[in-house]
C-alpha cells in the first residue's frame, strides 16, 4: 500500500467509512485496512486540531513493539487515508 505517512490535519471521516492506516504514521509494523467504527475526538497536536478515530481491523495488527494482537485502536485522522 502506498499511502502518504502524514495525511492533512483534520481530516474527517463517518462512522463506517473504509480506510487505510499508515503503519509508518501510527506505529504499527504495517499498513492496514478498516473502518472506522466512533465518533472521532478531537485532540490538539503541535501541528494544529486534529482528531482520534476509533479504527476496528479488518485483521489483527502488531505494533513496534510486537505488542498485540490488537482488533481496534485509536488512530490520528492524519494518519488515515479513505480506502478506494
Do not use: N
Amino acid at each position: 500500500m502506498d499511502i502518504p505517512t502524514l495525511g492533512p490535519l483534520r481530516q474527517e471521516f463517518a462512522r463506517g467509512a473504509r480506510v487505510l492506516v499508515s503503519g509508518r504514521c501510527s506505529g504499527w509494523r504495517e499498513d492496514c485496512h478498516g473502518v472506522i467504527c466512533g465518533d472521532p475526538d478531537p485532540v490538539e497536536t503541535v501541528q494544529g486540531l486534529d482528531y482520534f478515530y476509533w479504527i476496528q481491523f479488518d485483521s489483527p495488527q502488531y505494533d513496534l513493539s510486537d505488542d498485540g494482537p490488537y482488533y481496534k485502536a485509536q488512530v490520528l485522522g492524519r494518519c488515515l487515508a479513505p480506502k478506494a
